[in-house]
């Protein structure tokens, strides 16, 4: 009976002592709770602005031209530029399309495919190219190369604003001012047609072709002295040419 009373007296303590604790332990959380509200209960007062958490955004996938892909680039326009060699141009075009697939900012392929199809004729193609290359780069060569695309086709007008647009960049060479020229031909421009290819012939004065097309002109326009005074040239410099001869044969006799 005593053992008994011991064991129930041990087990009462051993409650009551388990039930302080835990009112200890609710009173602390309590009071923990309490001080946070307090503290931001101060903050508010004192016109803080809490910030509300929001996820962290993933960083965004670098999508700059990997080494990887330049060297896959590089390999492809090495290839096509030796089959381009060989003469093997629809191999050329492949590996150059191939090139552009791995890396679609390669603007030196894009304008070695360009100029691949301006080589072979295919002057559609060309045509697109170009357009898109000069989207990324304002170039003499680019629109000078476009004009003659559009000339091949017979869009003579295009051609003629893409071979001034290329002569206002590159005022100094007389190719483009000779491109020009041609392309005012083809649109009967003769008068701008004739000042082009004068200056032209100054830098490039034994082109028989050029002063050829000078003299055209100056028919065309009515200017007979000139026309003469060119074909003149033309004489010194191909004296057996006897289409010239004939040419100042008749412009001596409307003349006389």
Known sequence: MVYVLVLFGSFLVICAILFGRVLLRNRSVRKYVRSIKQRTQSAEDRG?????ETPVAK?????RTTAIQLQESRAFL??????????????????????LTVNSGAHDVRAELAKLYLTAGRDQKAEAMYKELLQFKDDASLFGNLGLAYYRQGKFDDAREAYQAALNRDENNPER???LGRACIATQRFADATILLEKATQRLSRDTKLLLLLAECFLQIKDHARAKETYQRINKLEPYNEDVKNKLGMLEECSS
């Open 48 to 52: 803080a602005e809490l910030i509300k």
């Open 177 to 179: 001012l000779a491109s």
């Open 78 to 99: 090495h290839r096509a530029e030796k089959a381009i060699a060989r003469g093997e141009i629809d191999i050329a075009e492949g590996l150059l399309i191939q090139a």
């Open 59 to 63: 960083p965004k996938k670098n999508m």
